[in-house]
DNA sequence: CATGAATGAGTCTTCATTCAT
DNA sequence: AATGAATGAAGACTCATTCAT
């Protein structure tokens, strides 16, 4: 029999090793990584606290690993997205509708990510911080890209890089699956607010008739 | 019989519970509320840690009243701002420049009071976000009048009015009275920025000229 | 003007130091020495914990205080019963009574000087333990002259001389002057059971009819 | 699934649980429950302060399994000692040496069990009074029993039910095994004391000899 | 792999006492 | 006398981590 080295291979373990990670992301959303003690986790997994270290190297690495899982994934995301598609704007109106997709529907990883950068070591916050600037600095070129484009009404790229990035937290702090108004109409109507303040007004799409209510419909805050 | 409860008193003792929440909300901003500790702010007040509960009920207190200090802050400059005005389009400018300034100016508290909500119990987080929510319908109310305004293009109230508040958080993230943009100009593109998101794009009075370049002069993120 | 010295001179100052030691036996005997803070005494004589050191040298010295203060009172009690009564029985049956009534009317104090001897550093405790021994010694000395006397039947004179005390600590446990017994038929039957141990079985005076049911009649304990 | 409580399984572990109990009996009994801290328990049982925690859920719930422990195994004996035993007179004389002999064997867990009470929160008070006076009742009814019976003399049932579990508390608070008298001889003579009480003077079995001195020979009050 | 147990540093909070005002 | 403030030690309890079984 093949020896098992240690770490986890087996399929049982990895399993093992996920639920940790999902039932402590939740938990991190929760009540914050400061806040949420090995004791919670372990409970939470239906394990003993001394078992966890069969599957993590500490608390911190667990952090760690759910942060670059998701910008990961951010980053495949968009690379499918804006796939063949050549058009300066065509690629905004992608990038930005696949960002606010992305962070309504992965809003729980998405908070985690922007609020316990601090509680990470030197070190280990360098490594996530540069997956995020690789992530900033794909939009900061579509946009500049548009700011060199003829009829283009870009006022700063940096801080309207800024506030593109912005927005996609910002709907994750409300969005509920459970609210009223369809993930759709919800990215659609966002995606305008963001090209809007690039200067660029074109209506979107089939959900147009969807999107111009004056009443709300989007879920209440928590 | 005045009834005194134990408390600060003293001119000295006054100043003392000033410098202890100063310092506090320095350390709260730094490592986050839990990452604080009750030795950190000690230490950093030139105290011992038993000396604190001279003038705080409790860690919690601390927060509590730093958040709750803000929310009368930005509630007085609004009002302050607002006075005499009666045309919307103009109080909303208004509105949001003031916004937009608190939020660049008073950034360290603005963060806290924004990320640390979740650390304080119930009741108190009750009594905290009502005062948040009470400043949420007085830009709420403007948008809503704009929307049924002629000539206006509003696309969902509660949603821009999301998008708006957010905004605030937004340059409070990344504005440092060391970066190359003023403060002034900071604040006319911002509300510039939000205005046009409400489907209002009026050129902004004299900063126009400063307000127009295509290449970033914000501070860099920290 | 004389010079008022250190210490509690004026009529208000006893009044106050007096009000302090009444309020802190109140709180030792619901709470316990140890369990009752200076912080809660402060505050049930409506003062600052500080303001208590210009009336007692400290917290220990509040219970030594009581606790001799109860000695004193309990030594002239059975001075002043057994004042000229000659007779050993006699001398016996009062010295019991008034040992009862004594325990059960003070009852407060009675606990506290029981059951918080061990809170007291040695030097002081010595000092209390002397005057219970003198107290004690009386006692012991009536049952000795008893077991000496023609028809006694003393069975062990410390012995016995413990069991008459502890009847007294025992009906202050449960005493309430709300109960349904007088304190005198109380005083009487309990007298009765302690001669009784001491094999002297005299029916005693007019409280005979009350002092005969077989269902009870003492408060409850608490 | 067999839920398992966080606690103790291991053989080892459950000899310090036991160990850790024993210590904190000995501590409470000596300096009383609030003035034994855990520092002093853990030095006693050699582990570290936070290492008790894996053995009991805190400082109060210590307390509770020691004082139901003590009824539990009260209640035990006394069960045991009347089984098969009908006569009322010989009932009460088994019941009485059974709590005398078990008082003086067991003084230290009972003094805790008495004075420590207050220490407890309302709801495990509860818990343990529920047992303390489930012992009273069969002592009461035994108490009863005799007075319906014919040429009793008791004198009222509850103050003398009360008087009786006195006695060994009283006991309790002075024997020692270094003593000069007996443990057999000690249970005699309270007994008898007791038993007197209630009007019954039956001299008792063979100890009758040992049981008639004048002159003490109980050991010293600490 | 899972677990119970141990560790030692850490948490917030309360304590009795002192002292300038 | 009274008070607000400071102090430093101690309180119970939780933490992340390690390790033998």
């Given at each position: 029999?093949a ?12 399993r093992t090793?996920?639920h940790i ?17 090995l004791r919670?986790?372990?409970k939470a997994?239906?394990?003993q606290?001394?078992s966890?270290?069969n ?8 952090l760690?690993e759910?942060?670059?899982g998701?910008?990961?994934d951010l980053?495949a ?7 063949g ?12 509708r ?5 962070h309504?529907?992965r809003?729980r990883?998405?908070f985690?990510g ?5 509680s990470l070591s030197r070190?280990?916050?360098k490594?996530?911080?540069?997956l995020r600037?690789?992530?900033e600095?794909?939009?900061a ?5 548009l700011?060199r484009?003829?009829?283009s009404?870009v006022l700063?790229v940096k801080?309207?890089?800024?506030a593109v990035l ?6 994750a702090?409300?969005?509920s699956?459970q609210?009223?108004m ?7 109507i966002n995606?305008?607010?963001a ?6 007004d074109?209506p979107?799409?089939a959900?147009e008739?969807?999107a111009?209510?004056?009443?709300s419909?989007c879920?209440s805050?928590?």
């Amino acid at each position: 029999v093949a020896r098992v080295e240690a770490g986890t291979r087996t399929a049982e373990g990895i399993r093992t090793s996920a639920h940790i990670r999902a039932v402590a992301a939740d938990l991190f959303y929760e009540h914050g990584y400061e806040a949420t003690s090995l004791r919670h986790i372990a409970k939470a997994a239906r394990l003993q606290v001394g078992s966890l270290y069969n599957h993590i190297k500490g608390k911190e690495d667990l952090l760690v690993e759910i942060m670059v899982g998701i910008m990961d994934d951010l980053l495949a995301a968009q690379t499918q997205a804006l796939e063949g598609v050549e058009d300066v704007r065509e690629r905004l109106k992608l990038f930005i509708r696949t960002h606010i997709r992305f962070h309504a529907e992965r809003a729980r990883d998405v908070f985690i990510g922007n609020s316990e950068l601090r509680s990470l070591s030197r070190v280990k916050r360098k490594k996530v911080v540069a997956l995020r600037d690789e992530y900033e600095q794909v939009l900061a070129g579509l946009i500049e890209e548009l700011a060199r484009s003829q009829d283009s009404d870009v006022l700063d790229v940096k801080m309207q890089t800024f506030a593109v990035l912005a927005l996609g937290g910002h709907v994750a702090s409300w969005y509920s699956p459970q609210g009223p108004m369809s993930l759709d109409d919800i990215a659609e109507i966002n995606t305008r607010i963001a090209l809007r303040q690039l200067g660029i007004d074109t209506p979107v799409d089939a959900a147009e008739d969807a999107a111009r209510p004056t009443r709300s419909r989007c879920g209440s805050r928590p």
